[in-house]
């Protein structure tokens, strides 16, 4: 029995299904996660309506890596849970009501409250101390919408058709050998050796690979092939030696500067400023309402590192919008301060205010991990113990690499009781200065050692300009909006392909002369009579033999081409008289070969009936 119905039924059920929501933050949020062997699945729903009935917000799948399908039922339903509530963070973190958690493994009902973790909990239930949540057993039957969006990454059982490896173009006929056969039949000429086992065949010599260059050959091709250069993975050391910055001479005169965002609101602060003196290591945190313009980075500069220790005389930072604006190279040019930007997807250039960045998110969590709206008073502790770590570098803690001796941390550990005069005070400070440099040379003697253990030299590349001995400038094009400049790490060099490798290659541009297109002239092979003119074959530098055709003797721009070709064929067809042609002058000919006017392309088309 089939049942009618109507627009207006229709109309109904569309408009009263469970339908995709925007997210409202006052209602309670409720996550639906599902793991399965090969990707995880996520949905975020909210409850609308009189009896709340959870509608879907968002959806979220994604495939497992490697690593990951590795793990452990538990962990991959643990994994699935981070994965939500890193992807909905900013819907889930500090909301108004505990959201909700349903899954389909029992287990993680005790969650929050276990005692002993693996690893990987460890280090996620530190995340999950940002959420406010519970988790809730589902049975997986009735946990279907996360369960379909992570097993939409299984593996089809239908087969797999595979690839073939040459184009279809370098395929003539298929050949067919029977191996066997041929080489059983040679034993006759040369029978096995004594001593040859009985399971083995035999193989003459006259079978072996007569192709001498053979490994040569196929490794120049590879590294030719522009795909490859392009797509494949190298498993060689990173490139590029370690270049260390240069080592100041006394505090706070080569600054690094990086931020810290994203923070919880604090006060109105979310963001820190991090500022670190490369040669003492210590560092001042300024918290910031957001991410500063170019002039809030210069007045906040002022007010807490200018002003304490004077102008720097170079600044180090990254390729933000900040340090990259007009305002801010007007401002230190006019200070007399040097600005330095490390190289594009290269922070290690930075590596010592990133590294503090780590330490700095670090100290917050583990002080402000349930009061997380209270880190920027907490900040000023973090700058001060920062301060007073001894420092693997220099053997001495920031405080007396600046000032020559080490403030108490606490008022019970006593201070000196002898306050030394200022040139005493002076000439303590200038020797620790001294002893800190001799420190941080024999430490990034150290380190350059160590590091370039595990890499190798960087090739030369003639690309535009070296702005350093890592870092290279690259001729992009206009619409690409990112830096020019990049360390050798992310550089692959160019191998120039031989005369069979031009079919993986994009044929080469035309020469503009005079206005006209030209193209460069490999070889003259034959030529010909038609119609009283003289025909010439050519074959083109950087095309294939598919490209080859006969061109007008008028058309070659370069007479020595016929010249030539003649002199060393001299039975082919030639001008009568026999002598010099009318030479053709055209600016910006190149050495070594001549240019004609036609397009191989185009007069191959205009060539579709030959005269013979």
Wanted: one cysteine or more.
């Amino acid at each position: 029995m089939r049942l009618a119905w109507t627009d207006q039924q229709l109309k109904d059920c569309f408009t009263t299904a469970p339908i995709l929501r925007h997210p409202d933050p006052d209602l309670p949020f409720v996550v639906e996660e599902d793991a399965s062997s090969s990707g995880l699945g996520a949905v975020l729903s909210q409850p609308h309506g009189e009896p709340g009935k959870l509608h879907p917000c968002e959806f979220y799948s994604r495939t497992l890596t490697a690593a990951e399908a590795n793990y452990d039922v538990g962990n991959r339903e643990l994994l699935s849970i981070k994965a939500a509530l890193e992807e909905w963070r900013h819907w889930l973190e500090g909301v108004c009501h505990p959201f909700q958690v349903l899954t389909d493994h029992r287990n993680l009902e005790y969650l929050c409250g276990a005692k002993r973790l693996n690893p990987w909990q460890a280090r996620w239930a530190l995340f999950f101390t940002r959420f406010q949540f519970t988790v809730t057993y589902r049975p997986g039957s009735k946990n279907g919408k996360a369960d379909a969006l992570s097993r939409q990454f299984e593996a089809s059982s239908e087969p797999v058709q595979a690839d073939l490896i040459l184009p279809v173009t370098a395929i003539l006929a298929p050949v067919r050998w029977n191996l066997v056969e041929e080489i059983r039949r040679a034993h006759a000429d040369e029978p096995p050796p004594a001593g040859c086992p009985p399971a083995k065949i035999f193989v003459p010599l006259q079978f072996h690979p007569q192709w001498p260059s053979l490994g040569p050959d196929v490794e120049g091709y590879v590294q030719a092939c522009p795909m490859c250069a392009q797509a494949r993975t190298s498993r060689q050391l990173p490139e590029g030696l370690l270049e260390p910055l240069s080592i100041p001479r006394h505090p706070w005169s080569h600054l690094s500067v990086d931020f810290l965002t994203y923070l919880p609101d604090s006060g109105g602060f979310t963001a820190v400023m991090v500022v670190v003196d490369r040669f003492s290591k210590g560092c001042k945190l300024i918290p910031l309402k957001g991410l500063p313009t170019a002039m809030q980075i210069a007045d906040a500069m002022f007010q807490h590192v200018f002003r304490n220790f004077g102008l720097p005389e170079n600044i180090v930072s990254d390729r933000g919008p900040q340090f990259t604006s007009q305002v801010w190279g007007s401002l230190c040019a006019l200070l007399g301060i040097g600005v330095s930007l490390s190289s594009g997807y290269h922070p290690q250039s930075n590596g010592q205010v990133e590294h503090l960045n780590q330490e700095i998110s670090r100290f917050l969590r583990s002080y402000c991990s349930r009061e997380q709206q209270r880190w920027s008073e907490f900040l000023p502790w973090a700058e001060y113990a920062q301060n007073s770590l001894i420092h693997s570098s220099t053997g001495l803690t920031p405080f007396q690499c600046v000032l020559g001796y080490q403030p108490p941390l606490f008022p019970w550990s006593g201070e000196p009781s002898d306050v030394p005069a200022v040139e005493e005070w002076y000439r303590l400070s200038q020797e620790v200065w001294e002893w800190a440099h001799v420190r941080l040379q024999r430490a990034v003697w150290r380190q350059r050692i160590q590091a370039n253990r595990r890499r190798r030299p960087h090739p030369s590349y003639q690309i535009i300009r070296q702005v350093n001995p890592v870092a290279y400038r690259l001729r992009l094009p206009a619409s690409y909006c990112i830096c020019p400049t990049f360390h050798v790490s992310l550089l692959k060099p160019a191998h120039p392909a031989t005369r069979g490798d031009t079919d993986c290659m994009e044929p080469p541009p035309p020469l503009d002369i005079e206005g006209s297109p030209a193209y460069q002239v490999h070889a003259l092979l034959d030529s010909r009579r038609v119609r009283s003119q003289i025909q010439y074959l050519m074959d083109w530098e950087g095309y294939g033999p598919e490209e080859r055709l006969w061109v007008d003797a008028a058309d070659i721009l370069d007479p020595s081409l016929t010249e030539d070709f003649h002199r060393d064929h001299p039975n082919q067809p030639a001008p009568h008289p026999r002598g010099r042609l009318r030479r053709r002058t055209p600016g910006g000919v190149p050495r070594g070969g001549g240019s004609v006017t036609t397009c191989p392309r185009a007069a191959r088309e205009r060539e579709l009936s030959p005269v013979f």
